[in-house]
């Protein structure tokens, strides 16, 4: 129990991070849902979907393959991180110069043909975060969180504040700027990730001359399932937004894009825990990996806990929370709820897929984010035309329980767990019923929502009294 509890150390510290990051992050989203439309705001979502799908293909798994090929016994670290580092940078120099020639018709496929500059500078930004990858990673691995910590704040700062300067203090100052909308928030970006850059170089002088063509294939056979796997699910985590913006009539598309992104960005209370969870985690049971079945119940059983939680406070603190966005996009908050919910599965199986890391059934991953995959685009092509928006909320929840549901039972046959499934079926069954009734009432009266949330508290608190009362060990 004492690994637990170091783990979740290392996620409050991550989540500390976390926090004043996302923070400042999520503080630009009531400024972005003001001044830009939702047309714009839709394509402002667009292009950072771009963004995350690229750093999957980009990347290509070397990140989790350097924590698992440089804690491998007589591994050499350096020679490792060097490998990874050669390889993600070439790679990177060949995708800068491929869009250079080609950025005008990717303009054109993203129905953003009058603006394809918007497009070149998204390039750059993934250029840029996808070399930071493996360093950040080292970062962890070593436990270096503060410098880790520093590098991400101040990426996210000097996004902040270039965003408010753009926007708010020189117009209000009366400096004429050119009206680029969205132009504006990657050129914020481009500045926020040369900074971080910056701030990585002497991460990048450590880079040796070495380059390990075994080590390599040996991060390709570790690597390539997850970016397999990573595709299906960035796709099930973004890709609702290309299926509005397609299937949706041409007039309505972008505005709905926008409506989505912007309830979407309420559900970040949950998405945080699970993003500190992780930086936590995958260092932490690579390293540890002989003694992790008993602790991968545990962790999850509480983690499952703390997201219900999180979930129900999220939806009681509705009719504060609705002011970090513009009240134009008011009328679509029932989303939110699926939303949510479909966030907590997704966290969930974020730490049920560790199994698959841990015994290198890397594979694995590949099936199971296929078959989410699969209800995304089936339940999307099905849904968004006769619902619309909520046809995409409805169909994020489904996948993310179909992944959960697959990832337990493949998990159960090839590396089981000794999860307490009755437990965990208590918090999100609770979670689910508290947090309907606490999103109904929360617009309305606040002391039912406030007892929805003090019940769901109250049931984890009272479940996990043996952990609470349980003495620190002393080893």
């Known amino acids: 129990m004492s690994g637990l509890k170091s783990l979740m150390g290392d996620t409050a510290l991550y989540g500390l991070s976390s926090i004043l990051a996302r923070v400042l992050n999520f503080a630009l989203t009531p400024l972005l849902t003001v001044v830009l439309t939702k047309s714009e705001y839709g394509v402002n979502s667009l292009l950072y979907v771009s963004i995350a799908f690229l750093m999957v293909i980009l990347t290509y798994g070397f990140e989790t393959a350097y924590f698992r090929v440089s804690q491998k016994e007589g591994a050499k670290e350096a020679t490792v991180y060097s490998t990874a580092m050669w390889s993600l940078l070439t790679s990177s120099a060949l995708f800068l110069a491929a869009m250079t020639f080609l950025y005008v018709p990717t303009a054109d496929l993203l129905r953003m043909g009058d603006r394809p500059e918007l497009v070149l500078m998204m390039a750059w930004i993934v250029a840029m975060d996808v070399v930071a990858a493996v360093p950040f990673a080292r970062l962890r691995a070593q436990r270096r969180a503060k410098r880790f910590v520093a590098i991400k704040i101040t990426q996210i700062a000097v996004n902040f504040i270039l965003c408010y300067t753009f926007f708010l203090i020189l117009p209000k100052a009366g400096f004429w700027l050119p009206d680029l909308q969205v132009g504006w928030v990657l050129i914020a970006n481009l500045a926020a990730s040369a900074a971080m850059i910056a701030m990585l170089l002497p991460e990048f002088f450590s880079i040796q001359r070495r380059f390990d063509v075994g080590i390599w294939k040996t991060m390709l056979v570790f690597g390539f399932p997850l970016l397999l796997a990573g595709l299906p699910g960035v796709a099930n985590e973004m890709a ?160 993310y329980v179909a992944m959960a549901l697959l990832s337990v039972l493949l998990g159960q046959y090839h590396y089981p767990v000794p999860y307490n499934f009755a437990r965990l079926a208590l918090y999100v069954g609770c979670a689910a019923v508290l947090g309907w009734v606490a999103a109904f009432y929360s617009m309305t009266s606040l002391w039912p929502s406030l007892l929805c949330a003090g019940i769901m508290v109250a049931i984890v608190v009272y479940a996990e009294r043996d952990l609470l009362r349980r003495k620190p060990s002393s080893t």
């Open 240 to 399: 609702d937004r290309f299926f509005i913006e397609y299937l949706m009539p041409l007039s309505e598309a972008k505005e709905a894009v926008g409506t989505y992104s912007a309830i979407y960005k309420l559900s970040i209370f949950i998405i945080l825990f699970n993003q500190a969870f992780r930086f936590a985690a995958e260092p932490f049971f690579f390293k540890q990996s002989a003694q992790t079945r008993q602790q991968l119940a545990d962790v999850l059983r509480v983690f499952t806990g703390i997201l219900s939680i999180g979930m129900v406070l999220v939806l009681a603190g509705l009719d504060g929370i609705k002011y970090f966005i513009d009240a134009k996009y008011w009328d679509s908050l029932p989303i939110l709820y699926f939303l949510l919910l479909a966030n907590v599965f997704l966290s969930m199986n974020t730490q049920i897929s560790m199994w698959y890391k841990l015994s290198d059934q890397t594979r694995m991953g590949l099936y199971i984010t296929l078959t989410g995959f699969a209800v995304t685009v089936v339940g999307n092509l099905y849904f968004i035309p006769r619902v619309g928006i909520m046809g995409a909320a409805w169909t994020t929840l489904a996948s």
